[in-house]
């Protein structure tokens, strides 16, 4: 079993929906992220997470350390954020922050 | 630009070659990494090296090997390459215990025929 699961795998939506994709560890962290990576395959970091919640935008992270689970949420989807979304931890005492990665959220929201 | 390049974008060769991948970063990051997304898109780290310690993730084939000629840098080099080492290699970079996240190279999608 990965010890990054994220849920659900594939998501399609309608324009304008509320969008929450899961994430949970099996691990102790020290991080949290969520990157984006879009059909042309560039990767982007959305958040670091180490408690509590951020926003930035239309976008939504939450982080529970004892329940060991984050939620990434996109209020009023829009076709241009279809893309691959990726969880991915900071294993606490890991060595030089490498990461853990979930497997991906594939999101297509449509028109 | 502020960022992290990688060259080739796209790499076609055949099994047997020798091979090299090169990533630099113009942010002023200390740590740099070399991540692999197989055919399933899931990414695994390969190796991660600031100017003091690299470190190998141990299921990673020594026919590849890092080589960083200075902070900016961090090449790729991998010999006698296998039909199985096609991948998309993402090159990354962020600054030890800085409260923001990663930045990623383009990737580089390596094709061995």
């Known amino acids: 079993k990965n010890e990054v699961e994220q849920s659900p795998q594939n998501l399609t939506a309608q324009e304008g929906e509320f969008i929450t994709i899961n994430c949970s560890y099996s691990?102790?962290?020290?991080?949290l992220h969520w990157l984006q990576q879009h059909p042309g395959g560039g990767i982007v970091s959305l958040f670091m997470l180490s408690s509590g919640k951020k926003k930035h935008g239309r976008l939504i992270a939450t982080i529970n350390i004892q329940e060991k689970h984050s939620s990434l949420h996109i209020t009023a989807s829009h076709p241009r954020d279809s893309a691959v979304y990726i969880c991915?931890?900071?294993?606490?005492?890991?060595?030089?922050?490498?990461?853990?990665f979930g497997k991906g959220t594939k999101l297509s929201v449509k028109p | 630009d502020t960022a992290v390049s990688q060259t080739p974008k796209y790499l076609v060769t055949q099994m047997g070659n020798d091979k090299s991948i090169k990533c630099e970063q113009n942010?002023?990051?200390?740590?740099m990494y070399w991540y692999k997304q197989d055919s399933k898109k899931f990414l695994k780290i390969m190796f991660s090296y600031n100017n003091k310690e690299l470190i190998i993730n141990e299921t990673v084939p020594n026919r590849f090997s890092p080589k960083s000629p200075d902070k900016a840098h961090l090449n790729l080099h991998i010999n006698s390459l296998e039909l199985g080492d096609s991948a998309v290699y993402f090159c990354?970079?962020?600054?030890?215990?800085?409260?923001?996240?990663?930045?990623f190279g383009s990737g580089t999608r390596l094709t061995v025929v």
């Open positions: 991915a931890v900071l294993r606490y005492g890991g060595s030089q922050g490498n990461l853990i």
């Open positions: 942010l002023g990051h200390d740590t």
């Open positions: 990354a970079s962020r600054y030890q215990g800085a409260p923001y996240g990663y930045t």
């Open positions: 691990v102790g962290i020290s991080a």
